[in-house]
């Protein structure tokens, strides 16, 4: 019998040239300088919000028996709040593994952190319908969590799950990408609040002269809070508005201008724990997502954990002529505690199937 054909997806490939480690070598001599623009928009547009909560703040302390200042005040903290940068939460749909209940799964996300060179993840989490794996600081203390997606991890073999947990530790943004990252956040916020809003706003206007126009008494009915709110939050369209648009246009324009080169960083971080072929056939096996349908498939049927992983993993290592394309293990997750992490997600696994069917359509 000949030597075993190798898989199309996992064809060994010589890295063109322009290309370290199989990432392209972005050339861009403005790189520095656009990063140090995109970091300056940034930062003015959270000194924005700063200016909002401070202004509110003194408006408030300079004249607290006068109405008006608690009117104007509250309105600018309340901006403040709802532009403050966001800390991060886990989806409602999260749940987090106990360490002692999952120290496999803890142990190998603890090696593939050290190697990739970001900190360990303080909690491990699971999602039964998402196929996306993300690690991320969240809240207040900044906790490293690293949340896993059930099915596509379900999928596959040990090589490729490190390879999966190392991507989305390569994807943590660096300081200067969180700052833009949270300000284009804030631009989006302003948008919606100019451009986004004009319907329920009209609506509520309408609302608002029908109560008055039924009111007893000949009289005009008086202004309410809502209509000071609504002019205030008016003219603060019309003074902010085009600048804040313009900055969210060009801040954009530059986030585009280095996503090549963020991407090479990110794959660069990726390859100290895996291999360009491991990268290469993950990424393609997840944008096809072709594992999905037959795992649904089994599940319907009403298989169990342990055959739909089987058959997974058959589809996964083995050529058309049923020959083992290459051993599954990995130098950081062997087959044995690889089936160790499968016991201790059983329960997780059985819950999470019964929905699998449910996945196209979220």
């Known amino acids: 019998m000949g030597p075993p054909r190798q898989a199309p997806c996992g064809t060994a490939r010589q890295a063109p040239r322009g290309t370290v480690g199989g990432a392209h070598r972005v050339r861009d001599p403005f790189a520095l300088v ?13 000194l ?13 302390a300079r004249a607290p028996g006068f109405i008006w200042s608690w009117l104007f005040g509250g309105a600018c903290l309340a901006i403040g709040w709802a532009l403050r940068p966001r800390l991060g939460a886990l989806p409602a749909d999260t749940e987090v593994l106990d360490r002692a209940a999952a120290g496999q799964l803890y142990a190998v996300a603890d090696r ?4 990739i060179g970001v900190p360990r993840p303080v909690k491990v989490a699971v999602r039964d319908l998402a196929t996306r794996t993300a690690y991320d600081r969240v809240g207040l203390a900044r906790t490293p969590v690293l949340v896993i997606g059930l099915p596509l991890w ?4 040990p090589k490729q799950r ?26 989006e916020s302003w948008r919606d609040a100019l451009l986004g809003s004009s319907g329920p ?35 603060i369209g019309r003074v902010l508005g085009g600048p804040v648009l313009l900055i969210r246009y060009a801040l954009t324009r530059l986030v585009k201008a280095g996503e090549a080169r963020t991407l090479a960083r990110q794959r660069a971080r990726a390859l100290r724990a895996v291999s360009e072929r491991d990268l290469d056939e993950l990424e393609e096996l997840a944008a096809g ?38 051993p599954p293990d990995s130098e950081l997750l062997g087959t044995r505690d690889s089936g160790r992490i499968d016991e201790e997600l059983l329960a997780h696994y059985t819950r999470a199937i019964g929905g699998f069917g449910l996945i196209g359509s979220l």
């Open 48 to 60: 924005l919000t700063l200016a909002f909560v401070a202004l509110g703040a003194w408006a408030i």
């Open 112 to 115: 593939v952190a050290e190697r």
């Open 201 to 235: 706003l009209r609506a509520r206007d309408e609302a608002q002269t029908k109560i008055a126009a039924s009111s007893l008494g000949a009289m005009d009915h008086p202004g309410t809070t809502y209509e000071v709110a609504g002019a205030f939050g008016r003219l």
């Open 34 to 46: 656009k990063r140090g623009l995109a970091l300056i928009l940034a930062l003015v547009v959270h």
């Open 289 to 326: 997502a072709g594992y999905l349908a037959p795992m649904q498939a089994a599940a319907l049927r009403g298989e169990s954990v342990t055959s739909i992983r089987q058959s997974a993993l058959a589809r996964f290592r083995l050529t058309d002529d049923g020959v083992l394309d290459s």
């Open 162 to 187: 490190v390879a999966l947990l190392a991507a989305a530790y390569a994807r943590l943004p660096t300081g200067g990408e969180r700052v833009v990252s949270e300000a284009l956040a804030t631009l």
């Open 154 to 157: 379900l999928a596959l073999p």
